[in-house]
């Protein structure tokens, strides 16, 4: 596994237990001034990620068989290379034939990250009760590795569980106490969406839920991927909203040390929407406030940001719903601006 794929898998270098005491340590609240020097600071470090080249798709609609249906869609999804150097793409399949909640997850493989139509290689996980899964309620897989082994997460409609790998392919529920692959949850709210980067010597997992129909991005903290701490909002309100779809597919990169970068979505489909935030603290991205932090807005939905081999690639929904697709992506100094509303492509190549 390269270096640069190790670090979008969550193997990020190591750095001070400052952060993770962060999670745990209130700061008293800063004066108006203090925050205004706070946020230009801020508006001097980021950069904004900018779309590059032609998309190539890697995914489209799949055969289900006897669950296939005509309004099925593809959406939240995970990719990642698997032992034997093959990408693996889970992906959740919604408004199938299947009972209850009409979910389930399908997967694909390619040779290569920029290889278009990837294999279809069948339904990969149904929902089950007998583990604490909701009937057709599977949501948003995804992978990172961990030493030798894969680590899968994904949403059971109220719940965030998760599956281990020894290939990359083939992927075991991890069960609690009660039998379960249950590992936390939010109350109410449709927990969903769960993805895991390591910040030093603890691993963040970010999600999000919409409580009373208040959608947030939410994070918990833990050292051994078993245990969590409590939830904490990270992202809500400002440019992308409160609504209960405003915090959908967090996704959180560390794109130098210490500059962090969250990815949240708003709306699928025709005209896709996701809000991009900076801090410099991966525990707060803008609590119904975007100053030093709001970067821009891209078109596209639930993307996943992927690092290999000094380049950079973003993967998001069709814009059709009906697949899955592939760009470059560059990062580009925002000239001391952190809160700009700009779409569209960049004119540079990737290398």
């Not at 294999?119 to 897989?141: H, S, T, V, Y």
């Not at 409609?157 to 075991?172: P, Q, V």
């Not at 709210?189 to 997992?205: A, L, Q, S």
């Not at 896709?272 to 900076?278: D, H």
């Amino acid at each position: 596994m390269n270096a640069g794929f190790e670090q979008r898998l969550g193997r990020q270098p190591a750095r001070t237990l400052r952060v993770a005491l962060a999670f745990f340590v209130m700061a008293a609240p800063s004066v108006r001034c203090a925050e205004t020097t706070r946020d230009h600071l801020l508006s001097q470090e980021a950069r904004r990620p900018r779309l590059v080249g032609d998309w190539w798709k890697i995914a489209g609609d799949p055969d289900l068989g006897e669950l296939t249906s005509t309004n099925q869609q593809p959406v939240d999804f995970g990719i990642w290379q698997a032992t034997d150097g093959t990408w693996q793409l889970w992906s959740c399949i919604r408004a199938t034939r299947e009972t209850g909640k009409t979910r389930l997850f399908h997967r694909w493989e390619g040779s290569k990250l920029t290889d278009s139509n990837w294999k279809p290689m069948g339904i990969a996980l149904r929902a089950d009760a007998k583990f604490g899964e909701q009937p057709g309620g599977l949501q948003a897989p995804f992978v990172f590795r961990d030493d030798t082994r894969f680590v899968m997460f994904y949403g059971s409609w109220n719940h965030i569980c998760s599956a281990l790998s020894t290939d990359g392919k083939h992927f075991e529920r991890q069960l609690n106490a009660e039998g379960h692959a249950t590992l936390f949850g939010e109350p109410t709210g449709n927990t969903r969406d769960p993805m895991v980067i390591r910040i030093g010597e603890v691993w963040h997992c970010y999600y999000t839920a919409h409580p009373e129909n208040k959608g947030a991005a939410y994070c918990r903290a833990s050292r051994d991927l078993r245990e969590w701490s409590a939830s904490r909002v990270v992202a809500r309100g400002g440019h992308a909203g409160t609504g209960p779809f405003s915090g959908e597919c967090p996704f959180v990169i560390e794109l130098s040390p210490g500059n962090f970068y969250l990815f949240r979505t708003q709306h699928y489909g025709k005209n896709p929407q996701t809000s991009v935030y900076f801090s410099r603290d991966p525990l707060d991205f803008g609590v119904e406030r975007d100053e030093g932090h709001f970067v821009c807005t891209l078109p596209v939905a639930a993307p996943e940001i992927i690092h290999l081999k000094n380049e950079w690639f973003i993967a998001a929904l069709l814009p059709s719903l009906k697949g899955i697709q592939v760009s470059g992506l560059t990062w580009e100094k925002t000239g001391g601006r952190a809160a700009t509303n700009e779409n569209g492509k960049a004119t540079a190549q990737p290398k």
